[in-house]
């Protein structure tokens, strides 16, 4: 039997995005998935568009919560499921078979997979966002992981001043057990639930200092390379990126 795949997406406020998010979910070909949403008691009409599935939907909470990573831990309290991906409100898989084909092609030995994903720029298409482990470029929904790595190295850490707790979680992984897939997961949704403060970068950083992935220095540049990237634009940076890897 193929081993089961939750599929844990956080809501709050979220009736604009939350219905392509649960379509994307349901229309995925692989055939063990267990879906759960996570909904902060939403005051608009968010619950009312997950009840349209509940059929389709393992598990439903709605209730008040500490924020988003609060939210995680939930989802993943509940989740039964031998891997887990973050799905959350407004993000998309990239397309309807990605979860096969990545189940089916798990390297040996592997309990973390990652890709590159998609954002959707402000002409409404789809642009490729390059992922690193070891630069600490990750997004969650872009990562499927086992969840006995919850067990080994604990859950999301809670508190409204961190916007990485995933990260912190992400970078306790061992490499060896890390792997990229070739196929990007998911289109990210810079409008939804998982969209992070302009703080995120140079908080990741300083935990890598810390966590001596990289040296006082290295952080520097990396974030002074980020903001000229950011200047540059998201396509100059993929392609100069792909000039300095042949």
Same mark, same amino acid.
């Given at each position: 039997?193929?081993?089961?795949? *939750?599929?844990?997406?956080?809501?709050?406020?979220?009736?604009?995005?939350?219905?392509?998010?649960?379509?994307?979910?349901?229309?995925?070909?692989?055939?063990?998935?267990?879906?759960?949403?996570?909904?902060?008691?939403?005051?608009?009409?968010?619950?009312?568009?997950? $009840?349209?599935?509940?059929?389709?939907?393992?598990?439903?909470?709605?209730?008040?919560?500490?924020?988003?990573?609060?939210?995680?831990?939930?989802?993943?309290?509940?989740?039964?499921?031998?891997?887990?991906?973050?799905?959350?409100?407004?993000?998309?898989?990239?397309?309807?078979?990605?979860?096969?084909?990545?189940?089916?092609?798990?390297?040996?030995?592997?309990?973390?997979?990652? *890709?590159?994903?998609?954002?959707?720029?402000?002409?409404?298409?789809?642009?490729?966002?390059?992922? *690193?482990?070891?630069?600490?470029?990750?997004?969650?929904?872009?990562?499927?992981?086992?969840?006995?790595?919850?067990?080994?190295?604990?859950?999301?850490?809670?508190?409204?001043?961190?916007?990485?707790?995933?990260?912190?979680?992400?970078?306790?992984?061992?490499?060896?057990?890390?792997?990229?897939?070739?196929?990007?997961?998911?289109?990210?949704?810079? $409008?939804?639930?998982?969209?992070?403060?302009?703080?995120?970068?140079?908080?990741?950083?300083?935990?890598?200092?810390?966590?001596?992935?990289?040296?006082?220095?290295?952080?520097?540049?990396?974030?002074?390379?980020?903001?000229?990237?950011?200047?540059?634009?998201?396509?100059?940076?993929?392609?100069?990126?792909?000039?300095?890897?042949?």
């Amino acid at each position: 039997m193929d081993p089961k795949i *939750s599929v844990i997406t956080i809501s709050y406020n979220a009736e604009k995005e939350i219905e392509k998010t649960i379509l994307s979910v349901i229309s995925q070909t692989y055939s063990n998935i267990e879906y759960l949403i996570i909904d902060g008691a939403s005051k608009d009409d968010t619950m009312v568009i997950v $009840n349209k599935y509940k059929d389709r939907i393992s598990h439903i909470v709605s209730e008040p919560d500490k924020g988003i990573y609060d939210a995680m831990n939930k989802g993943i309290k509940y989740a039964t499921g031998e891997w887990i991906i973050m799905m959350n409100a407004g993000d998309i898989f990239n397309n309807e078979a990605v979860l096969q084909n990545i189940m089916n092609n798990i390297p040996e030995g592997k309990s973390f997979l990652y *890709s590159d994903f998609y954002i959707v720029g402000a002409d409404g298409k789809n642009k490729l966002c390059l992922t *690193s482990f070891k630069e600490g470029h990750l997004n969650h929904q872009s990562i499927i992981y086992k969840r006995v790595l919850h067990q080994e190295h604990g859950l999301y850490i809670v508190t409204d001043k961190l916007t990485i707790s995933d990260y912190l979680f992400f970078i306790r992984i061992p490499f060896c057990e890390v792997a990229k897939v070739n196929t990007p997961i998911a289109i990210y949704d810079t $409008n939804g639930v998982s969209n992070q403060s302009a703080w995120t970068l140079p908080l990741r950083l300083c935990a890598d200092v810390v966590m001596h992935r990289r040296s006082l220095g290295n952080a520097v540049y990396r974030y002074c390379r980020a903001k000229l990237f950011a200047w540059m634009g998201v396509e100059t940076k993929i392609k100069i990126k792909r000039m300095l890897a042949k």
